[in-house]
């Protein structure tokens, strides 16, 4: 087997990250992500489907920290069977149900995703509102809402509103409009090395701080569109303090009434957000959201953070 | 975006009703046009907060569209429809069905009625089929739904 190489710039970057262990997560880029998928609810109950699998070879296990989530093996491939065609299930990584449970979407509430393509996070958010309420999920790449267009008609969302537009700019016509409001922002995706080596390759200092620029504006965009009392999830599948720490940081010096919440995960191995980095103080609440190393599950590395608009 | 008119709605529900013995088909749903004959079907509260927001490119699901004056259904227009239909429906078995997935058609006995038939198979519904003379179904299932051939 093949051994995955960093470059220099990467590695050095990684081992000046506090809390990693750089051999466990060169580890963790050859392995292959667990198969894993969810049961559409609004389709069929789950003891059908699950009914259905099992009669067709595959054994299931369930991912305790996400509601409908199971981990699959033995079976034909997942990805051509009769089953997610129908949109009986949606096949997706384990630790990428994370941060919809974290915002815990319940029916009647009108819920934003805003870099929604191609739809994983839409339709799990689609879910949990059970046909009550309105998911708004939006992209910016027409492309990309093609991709997640077809996946919320096989999910059979029927509550939902497609929308093509720069997310940076939502909160110019959607102020103080949604309950809660999900931001899995495009990042340079150090979490899910072992989908493509190529992710590794392409990284660069020069990247990180363009996304984590984009990145800033979109959480605030995201914070403004929140009713008062209303909750942000900002999530990345990426490792590094400049498209996670710091652009929360940056929400919090920016937003006077947002705070951090604490997050709880049943059975998810993770850690605390970073409050010291390279000589800098950045703001204590940060320790409430969490980071997941790729080796922590043996899956997705992930950055989740959950924050809350103060009424008043 | 545009509402079907009540004109545009009943004709729908009537034709629904005349293929597939569905009443009152859609019902406390907005139903949509959007282009090509399509039809969508959407929450009255998605189709209000779509009116509240900008750059929309879509709201609800795609149910149906009409070809010639017929009413073709998605897989998820049936399976919306559910148990309601009861006329024009065949029954397929699951090596059946995947072949229906894969648009592949299939040869049923029986007598039909008009030009579409909706397949199920257990409780899942698989959308509309074009009957042709010779007896085949042909499933009218999209190209990205379609299961890859091997």
């Known amino acids: 087997m093949s051994k995955i190489v960093l470059s220099e710039d990467l590695k050095s970057y990684l081992s000046r990250l506090p809390d990693i262990e750089l051999d466990l997560l060169l580890e963790a880029y050859e392995r292959p992500l667990p198969e894993a998928f969810r049961i559409n609810t609004l389709k069929a109950s789950e003891e059908k489907i699950l009914e259905r699998l099992r009669s067709r070879g595959y054994a299931v296990e369930p991912i305790p920290w996400a509601r409908h989530g199971y981990v699959a093996s033995g079976g034909e491939d997942l990805g051509k069977s009769l089953e997610h065609m129908l949109g009986l299930i949606y096949i997706q990584g384990p630790v990428s149900m994370a941060p919809v449970e974290v915002l815990d979407p319940r029916p009647g509430e009108i819920i934003l995703d805003l870099c929604a393509a191609p739809g994983s996070k839409s339709t799990q958010i689609a879910q949990l509102l059970r046909g009550e309420g309105v998911l708004v999920a939006n992209d910016v790449s027409f492309e990309r809402v093609k991709a997640l267009s077809s996946n919320l008609q096989r999910f059979g969302v029927l509550n939902c509103v497609i929308t093509l537009a720069d997310g940076r700019k939502y909160s110019s016509f959607a102020r103080e409009l949604f309950d809660k409001v999900l931001v899995d922002a495009p990042c340079s995706s150090l979490g899910i090395v072992s989908k493509s080596w190529g992710i590794a390759r392409s990284w660069s200092i020069g990247i990180v701080k363009r996304l984590s620029e984009l990145q800033k504006k979109l959480i605030l965009a995201a914070f403004d569109c929140l009713k008062p009392g209303g909750i942000l999830v900002y999530s990345t599948c990426t490792l590094t303090i400049e498209e996670n720490e710091l652009v929360v940081n940056w929400l919090l010096e920016s937003r006077e009434n947002a705070r951090v919440e604490e997050i709880k995960l049943n059975g998810l191995r993770y850690r605390p957000g970073i409050t010291e980095y390279d000589g800098m103080r950045l703001d204590d609440e940060l320790s409430k959201a969490i980071r997941i190393m790729p080796y922590d599950n043996w899956a997705e590395g992930f950055y989740i953070a959950r924050i809350v608009k103060e009424a008043g | ?150």
């Open chain 2, 1 to 150: 975006m545009r509402v079907l008119t009540s004109a545009e709605r009943k004709y729908l529900v009537r034709r629904l009703m005349d293929q597939h013995g569905v009443e009152d088909a859609f019902e406390g749903l907005m139903l949509i046009r959007s282009g090509q004959g399509r039809i969508r079907a959407a929450t009255k509260e998605a189709y209000e907060v779509a009116c509240r927001l900008r750059k929309v490119q879509q709201v609800g699901l795609y149910v149906a569209k009409i070809v010639k004056g017929d009413v073709v259904l998605s897989i998820e227009g049936s399976q919306l429809l559910g148990s309601a239909i009861t006329r024009n429906a065949v029954e397929l078995s699951e090596e059946e069905a995947e072949e229906w997935m894969k648009a592949a058609p299939i040869q049923k006995s029986g007598k039909f009625e008009g030009k579409y038939v909706v397949a199920r198979c257990g409780d899942f519904y698989l959308g509309s089929g074009r009957v042709s003379r010779d007896g085949k179904i042909y499933p009218q299932v999209a190209k990205w739904r379609r299961i890859p051939e091997e």
